[in-house]
């Protein structure tokens, strides 16, 4: 899981990385996790994968440029965001409470 300074850094934040990956292929969701999360190396995973070196690199090059696509591209503020996302989860699961999703009134 990554630290607060991770994020700062410009690390991928966890939320995104979570939602993009469950929609990319078995082999290339493991080799990035692999890679990014237990940091093996390029030739290793093609070993464990019976794939050369450059075709592993370039399925972390992917997965990589997959999941920088999904990232926020209107710089919201991540606490309002985390806040309109736990009021719709609220709203989907407890019937009738989709009132409550409505915006304050001081929110356009």
Do not use: N
């Amino acid at each position: 899981m990554l630290s607060a300074s991770d994020v700062a850094e410009g690390a991928e934040p966890a939320d995104t990385v979570s939602t993009a990956l469950p929609e990319t292929p078995p082999v290339e969701r493991a080799v990035f996790v692999l890679r990014e999360a237990s940091a093996f190396a390029h030739a290793e995973l093609g070993e464990f994968l019976g794939r050369p070196e450059a075709t592993v690199q370039q399925i972390v090059h992917w997965v990589r440029k997959y999941v920088d696509g999904r990232r926020s591209r209107y710089g919201a503020d991540i606490v309002r965001h985390h806040e309109v996302t736990a009021r719709f989860r609220a709203a989907c699961v407890a019937p009738g409470s989709a009132q409550g999703f409505q915006p304050p009134a001081d929110q356009p």
